[in-house]
């Protein structure tokens, strides 16, 4: 739809009411590869303040605007085959005015109409390199490194990219012009690990980008964020003429190394999970290392099985190594043992609190030494604390965490018996994935504030107001508690502090652990002073083993200087 209606003057949209529309995110394409989503974004997800005035055509009556980019948008209330003589076409079914219309944008029910998509089976092999080619093309000079400042006197604030991101990104462009070994980044949850990933992307433009997550809800946010450029344009670091990737949701593993051909000539970026790339027969797992520029690895403490292992080495072990980068918010994986790789940047958990990507953590102690009774506190405290904070105008929403389905579906309903008005939802692995949807797009829109949940909404979930958690059963270590208090105390100067809620009374936890929850325990104090020693133990510790080959894994420390002897230096 590309004829113009007649442009409304200025002075005649004068007359007519002001709205803002969220208007939806368009794309370019929009298909399936083998049954795998494959995307790109021609425009994103925008808000434009519209005056919309009443057209019709025929029968057909709805508002119109003209937008920021001079476009003609018409909205409409129903289906029409009707030509209606506009760049674009919005249907928000069922609303029949300006205020209807903007609330029904917010609840993301508007679709566009007759937006043309390339499906990308209608393209040959050459087409299709040639459109991926022209995309990394437009990336060349692109990227700017820039570093936000705040505004201070007389000078204006400066957009680009947070201290960490900068630091990450100098640190892997040096890695990379001396090293082919693995790169592990650290960095605390909510300074922006997906950021950096996606800086580093646009930067060296790499054309076949491999992304690996652990799981499938980090597949479908990590994806998003490469399909948007996620900051990068808003923050002023990447120019407008470069265009979107094309992106690849890999959804299923491939049974023949054709699949793997087209499923790399489809796409500049390719996600996927831990479970697909480490179960994939030994010459898939080794025509996808072919056709790779890059590898990386988000939440990369999640690294353990042999399988997933001898997968990545195939990026290593060959005449020129790819490069491998892996993003973690702790150096220590669920199984206890170290993430490996070359510790190249660790952004310390102190200077994001100073400098503000964390806010203070208040910390509720709870004692109850029979699991109901602290259950029952613990929740009485959650629904207190959560009223408190809707009552100061924080748009709050509160999580309950425990460590089994069984518990998840008793504190379902005893949050449901106590707080109906919150309409609590529930969360777990054996519900079919429609479920999941249906409650977390529920806690999205608010219309649950409380969420019940099994380990479910850690990595791969990010939502700022989520700023309550209730810990019903306490996690098996520091560093994976760390991480998820962190994903509570995000930067953000619409919403209050974070408050953790925990039974002080449990007597099953390491000692580490124990520091956080006893009863005068502070967590600002605490969680830095833990997070900082374990990780710079982790980090000296990878330095003092990286001049020497072999097999360390059996040696162990307290053998000392005797047993290192035996390694035959580099």
């Known amino acids: 739809m590309t004829a113009h209606a007649p442009l409304i003057s200025t002075q005649d949209d004068l007359f007519h009411e002001e709205v803002s529309l969220l208007l939806p995110e368009r794309f370019a394409i929009n298909c399936k590869v083998l049954d795998n989503p494959v995307r790109q974004l021609e425009s994103p997800e925008k808000r434009e303040l519209c005056r919309l005035r009443p057209f019709?055509?025929?029968?057909?009556?709805?508002?119109?605007?003209?937008?920021?980019?001079?476009?003609?948008?018409?909205?409409?209330?129903?289906?029409?085959?009707?030509?209606?003589n506009a760049d674009l076409v919005l249907?928000?079914?069922?609303?029949?005015?300006?205020?209807?219309?903007?609330?029904?944008?917010?609840?993301?029910?508007?679709?566009?109409?007759?937006?043309?998509?390339?499906?990308?089976?209608?393209?040959?092999?050459?087409?299709?390199?040639?459109?991926?080619?022209?995309?990394?093309?437009?990336?060349?000079?692109?990227?700017?490194?820039?570093?936000?400042?705040?505004?201070?006197?007389?000078?204006?604030?400066?957009?680009?990219?947070?201290?960490?991101?900068?630091?990450?990104?100098?640190?892997?462009?040096?890695?990379?012009?001396?090293s082919g070994s693995p790169a592990t980044i650290v960095m605390p949850t909510g300074t922006g690990k997906t950021e950096t990933m996606l800086a580093l992307n646009a930067h060296q433009r790499f054309e076949r980008l491999l992304v690996v997550v652990p799981n499938d809800a980090l597949r479908e946010q990590i994806a998003g964020k490469f399909e948007t450029f996620g900051v990068l344009r808003r923050q002023e670091c990447l120019s407008s003429r470069a265009d979107y990737p094309v992106v690849m949701r890999l959804c299923h593993i491939p049974?023949?190394?054709?699949?793997?051909?087209?499923?790399?000539?489809?796409?500049?970026?390719?996600?996927?999970?831990?479970?697909?790339?480490?179960?994939?027969?030994?010459?898939?797992?080794?025509?996808?290392?072919?056709?790779?520029?890059?590898?990386f690895i988000d939440e990369a403490h999640h690294i353990a099985a042999p399988t997933w292992a001898r997968f990545r080495s195939l990026?290593?072990?060959?005449?020129?190594?790819?490069?491998?980068?892996?993003?973690?918010?702790?150096?220590?994986?669920?199984?206890?043992?170290?993430?490996?790789?070359?510790?190249?940047y660790t952004y310390p958990l102190k200077k994001a609190q100073v400098e503000g990507y964390f806010k203070p953590i208040r910390f509720?102690?709870?004692?109850?030494?029979?699991?109901?009774?602290?259950?029952?506190?613990?929740?009485?405290?959650?629904?207190?604390?959560?009223?408190?904070?809707?009552?100061?105008?924080?748009?709050?929403?509160?999580?309950?965490?425990?460590?089994?389905?069984?518990?998840?579906?008793?504190?379902?309903?005893?949050?449901?018996?106590?707080?109906?008005?919150?309409?609590?939802?529930?969360?777990?692995?054996n519900q079919s994935a429609r479920e999941r949807r249906a409650s977390l797009a529920a806690l999205r829109r608010f219309d649950s504030r409380i969420i019940v949940c099994v380990d479910m909404l850690g990595e791969g979930f990010d939502l700022p107001e989520l700023k309550i958690a209730g810990l019903h059963d306490p996690h098996k270590s520091v560093a994976v508690t760390i991480q998820f208090v962190g994903r509570f105390t995000r930067q953000d100067p619409r919403l209050g502090d974070a408050t953790v809620i925990a039974n002080t009374g449990v007597d099953d936890v390491d000692r580490s652990l124990a520091r956080l929850y006893a009863e005068d325990a502070d967590w600002n104090t605490l969680v830095e002073a833990l997070s900082s020693a374990r990780i710079e133990r982790q980090v000296r510790r990878a330095e003092m083993f990286r001049g020497f080959t072999g097999d360390l894994r059996d040696i162990p420390l307290q053998c000392g200087f005797h047993a290192i002897r035996t390694l035959s230096p580099r």
């Open 91 to 178: 249907l928000v079914a069922g609303a029949s005015d300006p205020a209807e219309i903007s609330l029904a944008l917010e609840r993301g029910e508007g679709r566009w109409v007759g937006n043309t998509t390339i499906d990308l089976s209608t393209l040959d092999a050459a087409a299709r390199k040639s459109r991926l080619e022209a995309i990394t093309a437009s990336w060349d000079d692109a990227f700017q490194l820039r570093e936000s400042r705040p505004a201070k006197g007389d000078r204006p604030a400066t957009a680009g990219l947070r201290r960490p991101q900068i630091g990450a990104l100098h640190a892997s462009l040096a890695h990379l012009t001396r």
């Open 255 to 295: 049974t023949a190394v054709g699949e793997v051909d087209q499923i790399f000539g489809s796409a500049n970026v390719v996600v996927t999970t831990m479970q697909i790339a480490g179960r994939a027969d030994a010459q898939i797992q080794e025509r996808m290392a072919d056709h790779a520029s890059a590898l």
């Open 315 to 344: 990026f290593v072990d060959r005449e020129l190594p790819l490069p491998i980068f892996q993003f973690t918010a702790t150096p220590f994986r669920e199984d206890g043992r170290r993430v490996d790789g070359e510790f190249i």
């Open 56 to 84: 019709s055509v025929r029968q057909i009556a709805g508002y119109e605007a003209t937008l920021q980019t001079g476009e003609i948008l018409r909205i409409i209330s129903a289906k029409t085959a009707t030509q209606l």
């Open 364 to 429: 509720e102690a709870i004692f109850g030494l029979d699991q109901s009774e602290a259950d029952d506190a613990i929740a009485e405290k959650l629904g207190e604390i959560l009223q408190d904070d809707l009552s100061l105008g924080l748009n709050h929403l509160a999580m309950a965490r425990c460590s089994t389905i069984e518990r998840a579906k008793e504190l379902h309903q005893l949050y449901s018996r106590r707080f109906p008005q919150h309409n609590p939802a529930l969360v777990h692995s």
